[in-house]
């Protein structure tokens, strides 16, 4: 079994991406042996109600059992709590915020809000750190990365609060994990897509430091290639457990 | 037979104290991806004693040394670059001659002088009098100076390589930072222009993006520092190409730029 916690469907307003479409994803799912996609409507990340791409998701993962919906929930409109009840009513696994792109403060009242809610609800939150690689980006694309700072601050404001942390890098995942309690610690869950592996082997460095049930399978296509993160397992001497947990099992405890 | 055009390796004057595990690691992984030939560069001393894009050529040569005692440990899978600074142009051209003597395969230029600079001359001529390639570290799209390095971009690459028409120039790692759909249109009308496949970026549709631009018959796979990413964009280049189109790319375009006899099966 393996889960991509980290997948998007629609077109990205900054480039040209091929295969935003529901079919093109499954069939990508095929092409890798994926067989469940968690899935952001990308398109409305960027619009002023980042919520409205919500029914449409929804209606989408209805009608594929491999998608599971993960809905955008903004806490600086006015009917987020509405969002958020209806993202447990839809069965959504997690939901996700990116305050940056929404203009806000990463670590700021909306958020501390938000987090609460979640932590309260039983409700995990999927943060991206970022979409693409900053060099690249388009000259109009001013949104800035989630600061390693804001994750701290949201995961110590809510006893119960979850963390999905997606496209980290080592840098960004040790000073979370290192700047927490253990009790904090144990409360996030990072994506592996934008780790390192060989030479470098960063990868390999955070499964022995931060540990294996900390890392869960994603991969942040269409807009990366979701070999790289199949690659980057092949690569490892894993054990079977290891790799079930990374691949299945851990997210499956996030969600549960 | 898969040949990996952008590897780099560390040696003991650098400020990396894991520089045997990395080597080691790169290696191990390599025989994961079933990589044949790592040709590989080492730029001077990796910043210990003089900057990593600007080294010194006393860091050149020891650099350059430590390559060719690794090449020499692994000759069935390893085979060198000469990196030099073109701003020595004695030293850069005599540390060309020795190494290509010595059994390296190509050129190496970081980020020391623009690509398109006239120090740059001298050192392209060499390559085509020695018929070698040149691999030239590029920043995909400079929309400003960047700390640490004089990169290039592939519009100043291009016009090397127009001064050059006989010169393979291989623009360096088109996942490795900065917009590449940017370079990729610069290049697509300078035959002599070859991508290097490797950086981490991994990008949906760069892969496509290169096959259009430049046709498989100028692109070359490699991994640089992210050998997960490179294994990637093989895979899925396996599902985007045919067998005869994935081998140029794998191993026959760098073939036929390197020199005669620079790889096992050739």
């Known amino acids: 079994m393996r889960i991509d916690c980290n997948a998007f469907l629609g077109a990205y307003p900054w480039r040209k991406v091929p295969g935003t479409s529901p079919d093109a994803l499954l069939q990508a799912l095929d092409r890798t042996k994926i067989d469940v996609a968690w899935i952001t409507h990308l398109p ?40 958020l009840s209806g993202a447990a009513n839809a069965g959504a696994p997690v939901v996700r915020c990116d305050p940056l792109y929404f203009g806000l403060d990463p670590a700021g009242g909306e958020m501390r809000a938000l987090v609460a809610a979640c932590s309260a609800a039983r409700l995990p939150l999927m943060l991206g750190v970022r979409l ?77 430091t931060v540990g294996v049930e900390r890392f869960v399978f994603g991969t942040g296509q269409p807009l990366r290639l979701p070999d790289n993160s199949i690659a980057k397992l092949d690569l490892l001497e894993l054990a079977r457990e290891q790799r079930e947990a990374i ?8 969600s549960a | 037979m898969l040949v990996d055009v952008h590897a780099h390796f560390l040696h003991a004057r650098t400020p990396r104290a894991d520089w045997r595990e990395r080597n080691v690691s790169r290696l191990t992984a390599g025989a994961k991806i079933g990589i044949s030939v790592h040709v590989a560069s080492i730029l001077g001393s990796w910043g210990l004693t003089s900057p990593i894009y600007f080294p010194s050529p006393r ?57 398109d600079d006239p120090l740059l001359d001298p050192i392209a001529a060499l390559a085509r009098e020695r018929r070698v390639p040149v691999l030239q570290h590029i920043w995909q799209h400079r929309r400003r100076d960047w700390p640490g390095q004089e990169a290039s971009d592939a519009t100043e690459l291009c016009t090397l390589a127009r001064r050059h028409p006989e010169v393979a120039l291989i623009l360096a790692h088109i996942g490795g930072g900065g917009d590449w759909l940017h370079s990729l249109h610069a290049v697509r009308e300078v035959p002599n222009v070859y991508v290097d496949l490797s950086g981490s970026g991994v990008d949906g549709g760069m892969l496509e993006a290169c096959v259009e631009s430049v046709g498989v018959g100028r692109l070359l796979w490699g991994t640089d520092l992210t050998m997960d990413t490179g294994w990637a964009k093989l895979r899925y280049l396996e599902s985007l190409l045919s ?24």
């Open chain 1, 247 to 254: 691949e299945s099992k851990n997210i499956q405890e996030l």
């Open chain 2, 59 to 115: 860091d050149v040569t020891a650099g350059n040394d430590a390559l060719l005692a690794l090449q020499r440990e692994h000759p069935d899978s390893i085979r060198g670059y000469v990196c030099v600074n073109p701003n020595y142009t004695a030293h850069a051209r005599a540390e060309i001659v020795r190494c290509l003597d010595a059994g390296m395969i190509g050129i190496k230029l970081a980020a020391s002088r623009r690509a």
């Open chain 1, 44 to 83: 409305s990340l960027f619009w002023r109600d980042p919520t409205e791409g919500n029914a449409w998701l929804y209606e989408t993962a209805r009608k594929e059992k491999r998608f599971k919906p993960v809905p955008t929930v903004h806490p600086g409109l006015s009917n987020w709590e509405q969002v």
């Open chain 1, 132 to 208: 693409e690689d900053g060099r690249q980006r388009h000259p109009n694309d001013h949104v800035g990365e989630l600061p390693a700072a804001a994750v701290r601050t949201l995961i110590r404001s809510a006893a119960d609060l979850r963390l999905l942390v997606t496209h980290a890098d080592r840098g960004f995942i040790e000073e979370v994990h290192f700047g927490s309690t253990p009790d904090e610690a144990r409360r996030i869950w990072w994506d592996i897509c934008w780790i390192w592996g060989p030479p470098e082997d960063h990868f390999a460095t955070l499964l022995g």
């Open chain 2, 243 to 266: 067998g005869e189109e994935l081998a140029l790319v794998s191993w026959k375009n760098a073939a036929r730029i390197f020199p005669p006899g620079a790889f096992p099966a050739d």
